[in-house]
């Protein structure tokens, strides 16, 4: 089995730096460094952010992604899916602008290279004044046309269940409420996720296991440390992605679920590292982790 990188972790490193400095040029060449780190770690397929090509633009990241032997097993695309206007002609107007977006991604995809979109629901303010309904509402509304035009030119459209609890969309219920609405989407099975609900990670993925078409080896780790902005489960605890095999996910049994199903892609490894390792160790230790993991099964 050959595992993909999330490059999220890796990339908001040097996005960071570039929103102090707004340096193009540092930012290219973080980037190209990070795509050496990843290519050295023994990764062949990435999972990019939409976020890479806002920044860089699709030309010079395919370019890139070329030149390092690198292939895209998803392209990640964030929005605000679930954000009410301040009225219904503002509310049309904002939908216009997310679904147009969303075609947008489909065809980022497409000139990548890959197969899979997935859609990420964004959070950027409060939305506790929203009932569940009308976030599902939102989501489902600007997400079904997307799917659609994914569909028509070959791209398999995925959603996951997101942690951040404002959106509703962590639980298998919630998960199920909103996937049965909107024809054709599949699933992302990330590892991690559902613990924030309080929910066995093997059990949920069996809940989808028929509709699974990407999946996310994610640990998880609870914290204190507030700088990561870590995700805040039911129970008052916050959590974070951890290090491979550090964590509280049980991947052997989880591993052995995605070995024995249907699934036949390149599972993604979500990375985080600790202070006793540099990135480039951590990088080989995580995919060595679920090489002898996956080949042990």
Same mark, same amino acid.
């Given at each position: 089995?050959?595992?993909?990188?999330?490059?999220?972790?890796?990339?908001?490193?040097?996005?960071?730096?570039?929103?102090?400095?707004?340096?193009k040029?540092?930012?290219?060449?973080?980037?190209?460094?990070?795509?050496?780190?990843?290519s050295?770690? @023994?990764?062949?397929? $990435?999972?990019?952010? @939409?976020?890479?090509?806002?920044?860089?633009?699709?030309?010079?990241?395919?370019?890139?992604?070329?030149?390092? =032997?690198?292939?895209?097993?998803?392209?990640?695309?964030?929005? &605000?899916?679930?954000?009410?206007?301040?009225?219904?002609?503002?509310? +049309?107007?904002?939908?216009t602008? #997310? #679904?147009?977006?969303?075609k947008?991604a489909?065809?980022?995809?497409?000139?990548?290279?890959?197969?899979?979109?997935?859609?990420?629901? &964004?959070?950027?303010?409060d939305?506790?004044?929203?009932?569940?309904?009308?976030?599902?509402? =939102?989501?489902? +509304?600007?997400?079904? %046309? #997307?799917?659609?035009?994914?569909?028509?030119?070959? #791209?398999?459209? $995925?959603?996951?269940?997101?942690? =951040?609890?404002?959106?509703?969309?962590?639980?298998?219920?919630?998960?199920?409420?909103v996937?049965?609405?909107i %024809?054709?989407?599949r699933?992302v099975?990330?590892?991690?996720?559902m613990?924030?609900?309080?929910?066995? %990670?093997?059990?949920?993925?069996?809940?989808?296991?028929?509709?699974?078409?990407?999946?996310?080896?994610?640990d998880?780790?609870?914290?204190?440390?507030m700088?990561?902005?870590?995700?805040r489960?039911?129970?008052? +605890?916050?959590?974070?992605?951890?290090?491979?095999?550090?964590?509280v996910?049980?991947?052997?049994?989880?591993?052995?679920?995605?070995?024995?199903s249907?699934?036949?892609?390149?599972?993604?490894?979500?990375?985080?590292?600790?202070?006793?390792?540099?990135?480039?160790?951590?990088?080989?230790?995580s995919?060595?982790?679920?090489?002898?993991?996956?080949s042990?099964i």
């Amino acid at each position: 089995m050959e595992f993909s990188l999330m490059t999220l972790n890796l990339f908001f490193i040097i996005f960071y730096k570039y929103m102090l400095l707004h340096d193009k040029e540092e930012l290219e060449e973080n980037y190209e460094e990070m795509l050496d780190v990843i290519s050295e770690a @023994g990764f062949k397929y $990435v999972d990019i952010l @939409g976020m890479e090509v806002d920044c860089l633009g699709i030309d010079y990241v395919k370019e890139q992604l070329d030149k390092h =032997n690198l292939k895209v097993n998803s392209y990640m695309f964030s929005q &605000q899916f679930a954000k009410t206007a301040a009225d219904d002609a503002a509310n +049309r107007a904002l939908d216009t602008e #997310i #679904i147009n977006a969303g075609k947008q991604a489909v065809e980022n995809a497409q000139n990548l290279g890959t197969k899979t979109l997935m859609l990420i629901p &964004q959070v950027r303010e409060d939305m506790s004044g929203m009932s569940k309904d009308e976030i599902h509402a =939102n989501m489902i +509304r600007r997400m079904t %046309p #997307i799917v659609s035009y994914a569909k028509e030119v070959g #791209i398999t459209t $995925v959603i996951e269940d997101t942690p =951040n609890l404002q959106l509703h969309l962590c639980s298998t219920e919630d998960l199920k409420n909103v996937s049965a609405k909107i %024809p054709e989407v599949r699933i992302v099975y990330d590892s991690g996720n559902m613990v924030l609900v309080d929910e066995d %990670p093997v059990k949920y993925f069996h809940n989808f296991e028929n509709e699974i078409a990407h999946v996310h080896l994610k640990d998880m780790q609870t914290t204190t440390n507030m700088q990561r902005r870590p995700d805040r489960g039911l129970d008052g +605890r916050f959590w974070e992605t951890a290090p491979s095999g550090a964590g509280v996910i049980d991947f052997k049994s989880i591993c052995a679920a995605v070995k024995n199903s249907n699934f036949k892609g390149h599972p993604t490894i979500e990375f985080a590292t600790s202070p006793e390792m540099s990135i480039p160790d951590a990088l080989v230790a995580s995919r060595v982790y679920f090489e002898k993991l996956w080949s042990e099964i």
